[in-house]
Structures are given as C-alpha cells and as structure tokens.
C-alpha cells in the first residue's frame, strides 16, 4: 500500500477506532490519562508500522491490542506505587466482568464518566470531546469559541480533577443518568455541529462525527425514550443532517439554506426527525413539560423542512420559536440566530439594529459577522457589507464557509462596480 494510501487509512481508523479504544481501555484500566496516552501511542506505532508493514486485516483490534500493551507496559513502569501495581494485574483477572448496567456501550459510559458534576460542565463537554470524538484541542477550542491554551488547561484540569476526586469509571445508575443527561446532550451536540460543518481541516463534513453524533444520540433515545430533550436532540440531528448532501456544491462551496436544492435532502430523515417534532409537540399538549432548547431547535428546523422553497418559509413561527428559546437560553448566539429570522419579518434594517448589539461579544465569531456583512447588503451599504465580509472570511475555519462568503464578497464587488 503506498504512502499517500496508508495516510488516508489511519486517518479513517482514527475516526472509526479512537473512541472505542480510549472507552475500551477506560473501562479495563480505570485510569483516562492511561486509555488516552496508551491510544495516542498505539495510533503512532500505526503510523510508523503500518508504511513498512501494511495495514493490518483488522485495524481496529490492532489498535485496541496495541494500546492494551502500551497500558500494560506503562503500569508496570509505575508499579512502585500498590495502586498501580494492582492495576497492572488487571489483565490477569479471569473473573467474568461485571454486569454492565443502563449504560451497556463503552463509548456512551465514557461519556457520562466525564460529564461527572465534580467537574464544570464546560469541562464535561471539552473532555468527551477530546477522549471520544478524538478531537484535537484546536478543534474543541473553536467549538467553544476560546483560545487553544485555554482549551488544553481546560482538558488538563478535568483529567486532574476526576484523578484527585477519585471518580470512578462506572456504570451509572438510572439516577446519575438523568443527573448527567444535560452536559451528555451538549457532549453529543457540539460533536455533531464539529462534524456537520468542521472548523478546520480540508474536509468541510466529517461524516464520521456526525453518523457517531447521532448514534450516540438514537442510544440515548434507546436509554431515556420518554425524555423530551432526548427526543428533541435526535430529531434536530436528523433535520440538520438530512441537508448534508445539498450543503456543500461540487465545487466545495456552502450552499445556505435559502440556495439549496431541496430535492437533495434526504426525505427518510426529515420524516423520522419531524414524527418525533410531532411526537413531543403532542406530549406537551397532554400535559408534559415544557419544551427544552433542543426541542425548539428541532421544531425550527421542522418548520423549515415544511416547504417547498426557502421564500415559502414561515418567519413569523420561527420568530415566535426563537423567542421561547430566548427565555431558555439568552446567550448571544440564540440572540443572533433570532435576529437573523427577525429580519426576514420586520427587514434588514431591524435584524441589523439586532445584531449590532451583539458587537462586543461576539466579534470574534464568524457568522455574526456575515450575518451583518448580508444585512448590509440587503440596505445597500456595500463599503461596510464588504468590510464585513473580510473580517468573516479571517474568522472562518470552514474551507467550504470561506469560499461561499468569497463568492458573496466578489460579487458585492461587481456589482458596485457596474454602472
């Protein structure tokens, strides 16, 4: 297999295999410093083996046995200490493993090991990141929207944390389950959002987070299947990626909502999304709880899916959405995501007055500043619509983002410059 080959097959193990390993050795060692470094080590023997050697029948319980080894050899180097010494030993313990409880995959017991309460939820959600989606900290750092150095002591802490609070990697009980549940969902939202639209890399969709996003999703659905947000959270998966074909063009450019090819949506997922809208819209009205923020995202994304064409689209219901989720949730990307839809009821001029008083804290944010740059636009101040696009495009990790909000900056310029 030539080089070039080899590269693309354990950049695809990585995302097939890393969360499974890392969970694996998790559950095996007890230890997440051991499972993430034994893993990391194991995918760079694979990559200084595999050019020579090939690529292995099953790359995946190569890996997994390869880091067992790694783990093992580095318990021993430490087994100075009684602790480590007995968890070196572990690999020796014929007794049959323990019952596994609500939880019975290794990859969503990780998740809700790291979503512990010991730890801030900010730090829940960075770590799961890190140790199942396998993403690297610049990565998480812009899904958060803080520096890097920020985002590594972050991840740094959490691991310290549940090391010195002696959380154990466990089985949670049907309790801790829906203790846990609300930085579980951000857990598995924020992996979704990093694959439907990457923030960096060449691959603008990394399908393998997405597809991973909504199984752990369609499990939780499994686990907690009369919970409103649960619901809520697979259905506006769903929506979101029925639309992943008509995304992104054949040029790799982001095709927005209002541009896309409906036909292209995928018609199986819009319609098990929008039962599941239904399914919860039915259970409020029979007396349920109210609906949570990803409930409204869902029924947003539902609205959307109910036309035709984009200048069919019912603004007024999307308005009257994004303001129940503004009293759930006031941060300012609700605010700008509402202001954009108030727009397109009340005109540019309002959405912009809208989103100007969002300047302070969201300049570093890309989409507020190409929402301004087409508000701008739209009222015909083509020298700041253009300024606005710059400072989106600098700001835009996504290569298919950049070449969109290009091709609308170009041809703001052309049109200027016709007599």
Known sequence: MTG??????????HHEEWARVVAGLARRFGDLDVAEEATAEAFVTAAERWPREGVPPNPGGW???TATRKAIDQLRRESQRDAKHQAARIVYDDTPPEPTGPVEDDRLRLVFTCCHPAL?????????????????????????????????????????????????????????????????????YLAFNEGYLASEGDDPVRVDLTDEAIRLGRLLRTLLPDDGEVAGLLALMLLTDARRSARVSRTGELVTLDEQDRGGWDRTLIAEG???????????AAGGDPPGRYQLQAAINAVHTDVPSARDTDWSTIVALYDQMVLLDPSPIVRLNRAVAVAEVDGPGVGLAEIDRLAEVLDGYHAFHAARADLLRRLGRGGESRAAYDRAIGLAGNPAERAYLTRRRDQLAGRDAAP
């Open 274 to 284: 929008k039962a599941l809208v239904r399914e919860r819209i039915e259970a409020v």
């Open 63 to 65: 890996l997994a046995t």
């Open 120 to 188: 801030a939820m900010e730090a829940r959600v960075a770590l799961t990141l890190r140790l199942i989606g396998g993403l690297t900290v610049p990565e998480i750092a812009r899904a958060f929207l803080v520096q890097e150095t920020t985002m590594a002591r972050r991840i740094t802490r959490a691991k310290a944390k549940i090391k010195a609070a002696h959380i154990p990697y466990r089985v949670p009980s049907a309790d801790d389950i829906r203790e846990r549940l609300a930085g579980v969902l951000a857990v598995v």
């Open 4 to 13: 070039p080959t080899v590269e693309q097959a354990i950049t695809r193990v």
